[in-house]
Structure formats: structure tokens, C-alpha cells
């Protein structure tokens, strides 16, 4: 039986949180607020991160070794979006979320 150790569960806790935020915040927040933040490169990159957040999680929790590869992009993909958000004001949950991310899935991919 696949059995998940404290620090996998750790990262797939916070994908799904990064996944929640920032597919909450762009279809929330961002459209209403429009402007900057529904710049066309901006929102699907935060739309990049939600869907690659999910993708790593559910990799982690199916059990394949191919998990590292979809951390190793998670963390990059979240590492942009965290830089992406902090040029937007009101953005700093996201940032806060998607900070966690990377760092989660860099150790996760390493």
C-alpha cells in the first residue's frame, strides 16, 4: 500500500490550498476588479497555478514517482505567480498561498 509521510501530506495540503486561492481569487476578486487584474498573461497564469497545484496534489495522493516532475513545475509555476501577484494590489493572500507552494513542492521535487 502507497503510504504518504508527513511531509508529502504537507505538500499536498498546500497545493489544494494554492489551488483554492488562487482559482478563488481570479474568478472572484480579479473579475470584479478588473483592471489590472484580469490582464490576459496575469489571469491565465494564475489559472496555470490553480490547475498545476491540483495536478501535483493528485499525483502525490495517486502514489506515482512522477510526482517530482509535477512538483519540480509546480514550484516554478508558483514561484511566477507569487512574483506576478505582488505587482497587484489586494493580491496578498495569493502571494502568501502560492509562496507556500513553491517552497513545499521544491523540497517535494528535490
Not at 497545493?15 to 487584474?37: D, F, K, P, T, W
Not at 502514489?63 to 493580491?91: F, N, P
Request: aromatic share 2%; hydrophobic share 35%.
Amino acid at each position: 500500500m502507497h503510504q504518504i509521510s508527513p511531509e508529502m501530506q504537507s505538500c499536498i495540503d498546500e497545493c489544494l490550498r494554492c489551488h483554492s486561492v488562487c482559482l478563488s481569487m481570479a474568478m472572484n476578486h480579479c473579475l470584479e476588479a478588473g483592471g489590472q487584474h484580469v490582464e490576459p498573461n496575469y489571469f491565465r497564469l494564475m489559472a496555470a497555478c490553480a490547475e498545476i497545484c491540483q495536478t501535483s496534489a493528485n499525483f502525490m495522493l495517486i502514489g506515482t514517482d512522477l510526482h517530482k516532475r509535477t512538483c519540480a513545475v509546480c514550484a516554478e509555476v508558483c514561484k511566477e505567480c507569487a512574483r506576478s501577484c505582488e505587482q497587484i494590489s489586494d493580491m496578498q493572500e495569493c502571494v502568501d498561498a502560492c509562496r507556500r507552494g513553491a517552497e513545499s513542492c521544491r523540497k517535494m521535487a528535490a
